[in-house]
Each structure stands twice: as C-alpha cells, then as structure tokens.
C-alpha cells in the first residue's frame, strides 16, 4: 500500500509539472539528440506530449513510452532554455522511475543495480578484478592518449576508444583522509566519484592536492559509493534510496564545513536530484539531505569563490601551451558555473586558453546513453571533437570524467593526439609550495 501511495504522489507530481508544458517549441533549438535525429519524439516537447497521457501509455504503449524517455541525455538544455520554467529533468526522472516501477526494466540491469552498485564493497572488488585483467578483454588504440578497444562484444566496448581502469584505484591508494584546517580554516569533505576511484585517481589526488595547498582540512571517509545517478536515470530508484543513505551515514560522522566534488555529474546529484528525491526518505532524513545539499559545490567554484588563487598566477617562463575548455552540461546548464573552472585555468602560466565555438555544446555521453545510443552518441560527440580540433589547441580540459571519457574516445578515433585533462590537473600544476 505504501509503494502504491507513492506512485500516486509521483503521478500527481508528474501532472502538475506537464500541465505548465506550452509546446512553445523552445527546447527544440536546443536539444543535442533531436540536432541529430529529427525526430519529435526526441525532443523534450514531443515526450512531454507523451507523458501527458501517462496513466494510458503506461499500459497501452508501454515500450514505447520507455524507449522514448530513454533516448535523452540529461543534459538540461532544455530545461534551462524553457520560456516557461517546465521542470523536465524531474518530469523525466520520475516518469523513468513510473516506468522502472511498472517493470519496463530490464531484469538483467535491475540486478545489476541491486547486486553491484548498491553495494560498494562488491563494486569496489568487481571494478578492482576488472582493472587487473583488462588486457585479456582489450587492445591497445592510440598509445599517445593510452586508450584501448574490446576485443569482442557490443559497439559501445568493440569500437569505443576507452581510457583503461586505474589500477590501483583511489580507494586503494588512499583509502580515506581526515586532517585538520589550519588555525581558523576550512574544512572540506571531499566526494571523488566512480571515476575518479576507478579511473583517473590523478584527478582526485590533484583536487587534495590544491586543497591541502590552500591549507584546509580534509575528509574522506572511507567506504564511499557511487553518487546514485547511473541508478536514478534509470529509474531503479531503490538502489538510489540505497546509496544515499550509505553515503550519507559515511559523511555525517565527522565536522565539516562544505563538501567538495570534482566530478560535475557528481555535484549535480548531491546538490540537485538528492533533494528532489528526499520526499521519499523520513524527515529526518530528508532534512540531512537537503543540510548536504546546501553545502555541496564543484570544487572548481569553491576554490575559485571562496579562496585567494589569484595570489598563485606567475609570470610564464616559456611559451604558453594552447588549451581549450569544454563545458560539462550539468555545470554549465544545471549548475551555472561557467567562469569559475577558466579562472582555474588561467591560474596557470603554462597554458593560454583559446576558447573553442559551442563550448556549452553536450559531448554526447550522458552516462548510460553512450552505450544504449552509441551511434546517436558518438554522431553527437563528432560535433564536439571538430569544435575542439577548430581551436588550435594541444589539450582539451573539461571538469568532468564521463565528459573526459567521451572527448578521449572521439580523437582517439580520430587518430588526434590531443590530451584530455581535468580542470584539477591544470589547476595543481600551477601550485608552489
């Protein structure tokens, strides 16, 4: 009775949030999925008209309400450029979770998410045994970037350049931290992310090493596990439920004063979806959640807001390496920090940044999309790696690592030896000690 009331109240949600819906058209001009397609279906107008007879489609055209929804990467385009402020990231997160619900899940990634993800001890162990052995299961691509493709399998692991797990992972190499600020400091939580742990643990170690730098203190509980988006886009909401509370017990064990991420993704769903989904945990709860929320920030705004980094900038000594910056959509569109990561980079006298045409512009990944729409995908992230090769630059530098992921990919693919690095690592470059 009390999951069945709940689906009533998404439901009821739902219908006021379509009801605002004026099918101006707006968000078509903006979507990067129906840029490629052309389809009304994929754009946020035509699955809201969808939606708006939820309650029928559930059963009467169930698959392909699912198949709908899920052709959308997240990116929150559309919401941001809506004349009439429709909220359609939560239209279309619960309106997965309704579908997820009603059992147009896949049983075989409903395991997945329950069996693995929720459980971060058994993620950590399986990504650890994966790493180990991923030269049976890949091959070398482009050496320069260090990337590799499967050997067999789908598109998405045959054909994709990928960059290679870390081994080891963050988690083995620092498996948490808890130091005190100086006199009168800060004190950070710092949250890395699947992957930072499991694939660029640099970016992780980077991001402490400007803030021990700054001289504040640190926390890193141990344990941590995923931030819950993978689960939540696909409306297995269970799992989600899940690792909030995990991850929120890890954190209120010790004194902080803001919690950190480097991960834009990451900082989107403890600052956003985290609240909008705490009606559905017990007031206590929820109003640990939203105290989190309010405290959390992209570690590229905290250092660049709250601390004195113009104080690092140096004279260059040599001639500056051209650098362009991409635009993660869940900073830039859901998040509005635009500025703050080209401080960052400007801090640092080795790189001159040269803006690259539609920096704002999605990659194409979008978590789970790259591997369900892999050719949508990489049609959209071809877009992007044109925009960033137009720029004249060496090294591309993005403050996201699925963002990192789907750049490498594309000029590896390409046969372009440009390096993808986060804001972090170009940021710690510049510190003197």
Known sequence: MARFSELVRMMQRLDDLLSKCTRCGMCQAVCPVFAQS????????????????????????????????????????????????????????????????????????????????????????????????????????????????????????????????????????????????????????????????????????????????????????QGQGCCGIPALS????????????????????????????????????????WPLMAGRFSEEVGGQIHRLADKTMDISQFLADRLDTASIIQTPTEEPIPVTYHDPCHLNKSLGIIAQPRKLIAANPRVLLKEMACAAQCCGMGGSFGMDHFDLSAAIGAQKRDHILASGCRTVVTGCPACMLQLTDQLSRAGQAITVRHTMEVFAEALVD
């Open 38 to 221: 052309g389809h009304e279906g994929d754009v946020a107008r035509g699955k809201l008209a969808l939606l708006s007879g939820l309650s029928r489609n559930l059963f009467a055209k169930a698959d392909i309400t699912a198949a709908r929804l899920n052709r959308c990467l997240l990116c929150g385009a559309c919401e941001r450029n809506c004349s009439n402020s429709v909220q359609t990231l939560e239209v279309f997160l619960k309106a997965r979770a309704l579908m997820a619900e009603y059992g147009r899940l896949p049983m075989a990634k409903k395991m997945l998410f329950k069996r693995i993800l929720a459980r971060p001890q058994t993620f950590d162990s399986l990504m650890a045994w994966a790493a180990r052995h991923q030269q049976l299961f890949s091959k070398s691509t482009l050496s320069r970037l260090g990337t590799s493709c499967g050997r067999l399998g789908p598109a998405f692991f045959k054909e994709r350049h990928f960059t290679p797990l870390a081994n080891p992972p963050l988690h083995e190499r620092l498996p948490s931290l808890s130091t005190p600020g100086a006199a009168g400091g800060l004190r950070v939580a710092f949250f890395p992310g699947c992957l930072l742990d499991k694939v660029y643990p640099q970016v992780a170690l980077a991001a402490i090493q400007a803030l021990t730098h700054f001289g504040l203190g640190i926390f890193m509980p």
């Open 234 to 273: 696909a409306g297995e909401v269970e799992t989600f439920d899940e690792l909030v509370r995990h991850n929120l017990a890890l954190f209120q064990t010790e004194n902080w004063d803001c919690l950190v991420t480097a991960c834009a993704t990451c900082t989107f769903t403890l600052k956003k979806l």
